[in-house]
DNA sequence: TGGAACCTTCACATCAGTGTGAAGGCAAGC
DNA sequence: GCTTGCCTTCACACTGATGTGAAGGTTCCA
């Protein structure tokens, strides 16, 4: 598929898609005349690179952790390949994602925990 | 207490301080000569702006969700405060952040999981 | 054949968060 | 006193992510 179809499928920008190819985010392939050509599994890959950003991780983050995130199923680098450096750099990144998850889930938490408070029967009511 | 100290007790650069106020996210009082003077709740205020922050919000709406999400234990505002209005916008955000919980907690998973595959019995050992 | 809709690259602009430095006032110790 | 360090405001600059527009080539359909 063409960056328009990925773009409207996703719902990111074809900009922000060219953007990431251009940060090593993502690598389509190309036409004879040039166009970026799209593969089924970059539509999946498009979002995942979405959801980091909003969660406030770097393009340069994103592209150094992303060969290790093939997917639910698959480990798509080989063992070999992953030095000491890397293992660490890993991680220390799942360390910090914890953080924020933890950081967000408490101010999650907090929030709902007022509205429940305020609102004592609109939690079961509204969903 | 004032700027400098905050700063090295919560590890917030003082001009990240100075800009959470002009963002309306700190309030600190002043003193006669000018200087602002914060107080204890700062510390743990600071730190969590700083960690929304780093989740990917934005000032804009840490502003907003901040008045109810005093502490653990508090409720600091008037529930008649609480138009439908601003409920709605809570509840989208909790929604919000907790679909950043789930893609980082996914991705954290992914990290793991490779290295627990890569290092079986490294998991059990590095911790 | 022509127009609509798509694609390309290039470039400039915006926004939020952050860094940094200047110029000057205040406070505490030698 | 003077120096040192902290504080103030103001301002300019950078970075990463994003928006937008220009100028031009491609595809497709009527």
Redesign the pocket.
Known sequence: M????LSRRTGV????L??YEE?GLLRPER?E????VYREPEVGRAQQIRGL?DSGL??ELIRRILPFLDGPQGIHLDPRCLTAETEALMRGEAERIQQRIDCLARNRDAILAYLAAVRPAADASTR
Chains 1, 2 share one sequence.
Request: charged content about 25%; proline content about 5%; hydrophobic content about 25%.
């Open positions: 063409r960056i328009g179809e920008p074809a900009r922000m060219r953007y940060q036409a005349n040039g166009y970026r950003l770097t393009t």
